[in-house]
């Protein structure tokens, strides 16, 4: 079972985003019939087959295994992955395309977080890759923003100078900069 499966396909998507599709898709975290998902949900197991069918055909679901029973042959389930991300691209930027350059702009952060997206979406999790996270908070009065703005483009620009060369292993570093609003649950 992988990690994440980014969903980039409307058929993926049309298929998934059902509530009882859901349901089902969360019961099988671990191999499952569809008897003992019907069972869980309070479901026939002819209406959980057939939503297990469209997940299986989506790519959502995989048959893991079979067993007889009384002469029927009964097939296990499973979900293909823990978590299931769907693509911004999906619907897309209404109005066309606005791929701004200006880093400073929300365009920009918005195209930045979709390649972000899609590319933590396509990373093989079998194995153990290295990469980095990290998410603070500052607080910088408005007559420091410029200097602020400075110091970073400079720090950075030192990084992409240092290991900026042809040879080792690629990374590819993206920071996003933007004000927080302030929520109750903070």
Known sequence: MRDVLYLDRIEQAETLLKPQRIEVLRQLAEPRTCNEVAERLGQSPQRVYYHVKRLV???LV?????????????????????????????????????????ATSLDYLLDLTEE????????????????IGIAGHLRIPPEERQQF?????????ALFTRYGGAEGDAFKLALACYPKGERPHD
Not at 74 to 102: F, K, M, N
Not at 116 to 131: I, N
């Open 62 to 102: 995989e048959q893991v295994a079979e067993r007889k029973v009384r002469a029927i042959h009964e097939g296990i389930y499973q979900a293909t992955a823990r978590s299931y991300w769907l693509s911004p691209r999906l619907v897309g930027r209404l109005g066309g395309d606005r791929h701004s350059q200006d």
């Open 116 to 131: 972000v997206h899609a590319d933590v979406g396509a990373l093989d999790r079998d194995q153990e890759l290295p990469s």
């Open 57 to 59: 055909d989506a790519g």
């Open 149 to 157: 703005l400075d110091d970073l483009q400079t720090m950075l620009q």
